[in-house]
């Protein structure tokens, strides 16, 4: 047995012999032991990507020939689920057509399943990449809508001139706001430089961006993009709120890199690390223990990975904390860089109302104040989202019509060939139309057997591909059925299965019943 398992797969893989490689399994072995690393130690970045697109296309031929096997299964599920209004005996008819009809078939299942598995797929690409960006974006803001100083300019007079307007002008729609200080490095005209987080031997030093927030951080901020690590639940309080505890007063807030780079633990007091800066070309330390750890932060660049320490890690602390590390002694010598603002509607409307009302406010403190609003930041991703949606319906569309003919060649055939077949029904009591309408039925489950199987396999394969990179990105993606697209494929199908059945049946069904059980 396991000697004939051992020389089965040999021949899968188009091996025939110890000798000589052939076949599918020479073509992959070339790519993938020859040509990948010569693309890479070339720097050849053409031929890798033909290379990566030639394995995708063999992907998809791959699954869509497994998928034959249970060709004849979606078959049967379709006539039952789309021709339901029907009769028992018609779709008895139509599936044993196309059970005689098979062989003949299988050649323009393929034919569709190949040309729309791919469109899919390109489909369920661009469509979760245009929504990554959209979620890079928003990952990149505490809220949808926030104000930003920037570094020369963040004044605490013009901070309270907002504040003031959000209580007063704005109240009916704004259900709270917080504030976040500029880094520790761009504090007081950069005097602090080289922020580092070390242990004590300092044989281990990474790059932090020290910032600090108000209490309610997280009561405003879109927890979509929060995700923890290792948290202290004992206290009750929220992760923000913590920092303001006597525990939180010697403690920092930063992300779950910092376990596995410095041995730091959450849950144990004794604890700590080193912070490292340089003020005024004298270097200080300070101790501290990580209040939190976080795998991702809204706003924040928080997570488990460092990129060969090539990604600076934002650490956050108390205000109060802040200003003794930075020797600050008066609120008013803060530096603020970000309020964010959390509505109580979710209203489209509303966000642009407090959008207008905050640019002209802005524009009375200062030009330089930046009005952020995620609706519209991602208004052209939208329009850019529904111009290559209305481009790859047409493209569908052509490809099916494209395809249309091997449906045709294929239908006539199946139809002239059952000349015989037909006289026995038509002589039994079927009508002329209700002929015409099985080799319809018949037509129209074999174009959407080939459609909805490419469909099917395209977007595995784009929202597998989508969901490694999640793993990377840390930012969550929800999968978007393409609806209009399958709409559009169960629409041409239709066309497709009258167009391709209509004129050979009407050919032979104008003969007398004698005639046809002669042909």
């Given amino acids: 047995f396991f000697f004939f398992f051992f020389f089965f797969f040999q021949a899968e893989d188009g091996i025939r012999d110890f000798c000589l490689s052939r076949g599918l399994g020479d073509v992959y072995k ?15 970045l053409q031929l890798m990507l033909w290379i ?66 791919f469109l899919l797929f390109a489909v369920v690409g661009y469509t979760m ?15 949808y809508i926030e104000i930003r100083w920037p570094y020369t300019n963040s004044k605490y007079t013009s901070a309270l001139m907002l504040e003031s307007h959000l209580l007063n002008e704005l109240k009916e729609e704004v259900e709270d706001f917080t504030w976040m200080t500029m880094y520790l490095s761009r504090h007081d005209h950069k005097r602090f430089k080289d922020v580092t987080a070390t242990d004590y031997g300092r044989q281990v030093s990474m790059s932090m961006a020290v910032l600090a927030f108000s209490p309610n951080f997280f009561d405003v901020a879109n927890n979509n993009f929060f995700e923890s690590y290792s948290v202290n639940k004992t206290s009750g309080l929220d992760l923000a709120e913590q920092l303001y505890t006597p525990r939180g007063s010697q403690g920092v807030g930063v992300g779950a890199f910092i376990e596995r780079e410095l041995g730091v633990n959450v849950k144990d007091p004794k604890s700590t690390f080193l912070f490292s800066y ?11 223990r990580a ?20 990604l600076t890690q934002e650490a956050v602390m108390s205000i109060p904390l802040y200003m003794k590390i930075s020797n600050t002694t008066s609120m008013t010598m803060l530096s603020w860089n970000t309020l964010s603002i959390k509505l109580k509607s979710n209203d489209m409307a509303v966000y642009d109302k407090v959008y207008d009302s905050l640019v002209n406010a802005t524009r009375r403190i200062s030009e330089s104040v930046n009005v952020w609003s995620y609706s519209k930041s991602v208004d052209q991703i939208d329009n850019v989202k529904n111009l290559l949606d209305i481009i790859f319906i047409v493209i569908i569309i052509l490809f099916m019509f494209l395809s249309f003919f091997s449906l045709s060649s294929s239908m006539t055939a199946n139809i002239l060939e059952q000349a015989k077949e037909i006289a026995i029904v038509r002589s039994v009591g079927l009508s002329r139309c209700r002929t015409v309408f099985m080799h319809v039925y018949e037509a129209f489950v074999l174009v959407l057997t080939g459609s909805i199987t490419g469909a099917i396999i395209g977007m595995l394969i784009g929202y597998t591909l989508c969901m490694q990179r999640m793993l990377y990105t840390s930012i969550p993606l929800h999968f978007q059925f393409p609806l209009i697209h399958l709409v559009t494929m169960v629409a041409t199908s239709i066309v497709c299965a009258v167009l391709s059945t209509v004129s050979p049946s009407l050919y032979l069904l104008k003969k007398p019943i004698a005639e046809l059980a002669r042909t």
């Fill in 30 to 44: 070339r790519q993938i032991y020859y040509f990948l690393p010569l693309s890479l130690l070339a720097m050849n």
């Fill in 278 to 288: 340089e003020k005024d070309h004298t270097n200080l330390l300070f101790d501290s």
């Fill in 52 to 117: 990566m697109l030639s394995i995708l296309l063999a992907i998809i031929a791959g699954l869509i020939m497994i998928s034959l096997n249970i060709t004849h299964l979606m078959e049967k599920l379709f006539v039952y689920v789309f021709l339901f209004y029907e009769t028992a005996a018609m779709k008895f008819l139509v599936l044993k057509n196309m059970i005689a009809h098979k062989l003949r078939n299988r050649r323009t299942v393929i034919i569709y399943a190949l040309s729309l598995g």
């Fill in 291 to 310: 209040l939190f750890m976080l795998k991702s932060c809204p706003g924040m660049t928080m997570g488990s990975l460092t990129y060969m320490g090539l």
């Fill in 129 to 143: 990449e245009l929504r990554n960006t959209q979620m890079t974006i928003l990952s990149q803001h505490a809220s």
